[in-house]
């Protein structure tokens, strides 16, 4: 492709370099595969590097193109903003360039058509200003997961049902012939990445007794979102494991104790409700199974909902308590398509 778009207009080929120690999934791909791969990207590396250029050439030509820049955006009623430079060590800064691209696109097209700035190089097709506002659309779902992530300390049972949801974006945006062969192409990678990493969940037992202990999510979540059989009968022996091994005879304190027992009651004559002792006894259930038994609720705050029930689970809710509280840092998942 007009050796690849002129080595990606004079030597700036982005390779997707191993930032932050992120798998590059093209290497496990066959020489015919990358091959493929490469050239159907080269359109969208050409105009985030066109984009990156631009964005460079104004912040250092503060006597020229600059001032005109902002002559322009007078012009066009907008605010007095800048492009913001795509950073590859800062988060979403690609995402925030084409959303600014795609704001001030009609400023950027009067700056660039004017011969006297000598920009014609960065002029942006059709195609390309749909590349940007496609590659703008797929890339808010990693945004928003990093801006949710970096609201608070994330916890384990945010970590599945995102990449989840990722992931689910990625399997339908690959296919939608909405989006360009550069876009598909680039997402197609992406979910491979993602899926090298969801899997790395199956090797850390957390993850999956966090999600259990979830009252909104419990074996559930994995029968719905159509885990095999025998990786919930796992998730589910892990749990028993950990409850039987660790936390079924936990000794409560004594208010937790009388909590759990609830006000002494007085004495009565243990004959007086005959029909009541004379059905045969069973078995009680321990606390996990009658947890596990009891439908799921809707609970935004799983922590919360263990404190106001811990009389009902006295020893599985430190259990909960020890699992659900563990943190967690996602970073990787929501990097993929910047790499």
Known sequence: MEVRMEAILNGEVEDGDDEDGLVDETTVMSASEQSDFHHAVVPMQVVLVKLRKLAYKMIHSTTKILPAWRAIVVEKNLADRLMPRDVSTRWNSTYNMLVFVVDYQHVIRV???DDEYDLQQYMMFTNEWKIVQQLRDVLKVLRDATEFFSQSVPNLTNVIPAMNYIDER???????????VAIRASLSVAKRTLNRYYN?????????IAMVLH?????KYFHDHGWEPEWIETAWQLVRDGWDHSYALVELEADEIEEAEGPAKPLQNMFDNMASISRPTRAPQDELTRYLTAATENVP??????????????CLYHMAIDYLTIPDYPRKPYMLCYA
Do not use: G
């Open 111 to 113: 700056l660039v058509a």
């Open 170 to 180: 990625f399997a339908t945006d690959t296919i939608d012939e909405k989006y360009s």
């Open 200 to 208: 790395l969940t199956d090797d850390s037992h957390v993850y999956q």
């Open 215 to 219: 009252p909104a999510y419990k074996l």
């Open 301 to 314: 705050d799983p922590i919360l909902w263990w404190k106001t029930h811990k009389s009902l689970y006295p």
